[in-house]
């Protein structure tokens, strides 16, 4: 059994506010690229696709950033939509998400409770 687990920045280093306590900003400030903007959707199908491919037993897709609600509830429909669409060996497939919760409403909140 081939397990797989990936932390995914969907929206780089991108958030919608700037908690003293987060070393995230200042670490950005550093970087010779300060943001990577938001991941398209085909490298979204990519990344999904491969780590479908090699994971048997259980995949877990954790989702952080900055703050990956930016990159909206589209983007997160979409990534649900291909992990179905490339899970040929019936692979276990779990999603977690680490948000500040400023954006979630209800359209949010019925989608995370849909998807477990």
Same mark, same amino acid.
């Given at each position: 059994?081939?397990? #797989?687990?990936? &932390? +995914?920045?969907?929206?780089?280093?991108?958030?919608?506010?700037? *908690?003293?306590?987060? !070393?995230?900003?200042? %670490?950005?400030?550093?970087?010779?690229?300060?943001?990577?903007?938001?991941?398209?959707?085909?490298? #979204?199908?990519? &990344? +999904?696709?491969?780590?479908?491919?090699?994971?048997?037993?259980? *995949?877990?897709?954790? !989702?952080?950033?900055? %703050?990956?609600?930016?990159?909206?509830?589209?983007?997160?429909?979409?990534?649900?939509?291909?992990?179905?669409?490339?899970?040929?060996?019936?692979?276990?497939?779990?999603?977690?998400?680490?948000?500040?919760?400023?954006?979630?409403?209800? %359209?949010?909140?019925?989608?995370?409770?849909?998807?477990?």
């Amino acid at each position: 059994m081939n397990s #797989l687990s990936l &932390l +995914i920045k969907p929206s780089s280093g991108n958030c919608n506010v700037r *908690c003293r306590y987060c !070393f995230y900003h200042d %670490e950005q400030c550093n970087r010779e690229t300060f943001s990577y903007g938001f991941m398209s959707e085909e490298t #979204l199908e990519i &990344l +999904i696709q491969k780590a479908l491919e090699s994971a048997k037993g259980e *995949c877990s897709f954790g !989702f952080q950033g900055g %703050e990956p609600t930016l990159s909206g509830l589209p983007f997160f429909r979409k990534a649900v939509k291909l992990q179905k669409k490339y899970n040929v060996h019936h692979t276990r497939i779990s999603n977690a998400i680490q948000t500040n919760g400023l954006l979630i409403d209800d %359209e949010w909140a019925e989608f995370l409770a849909e998807n477990h």
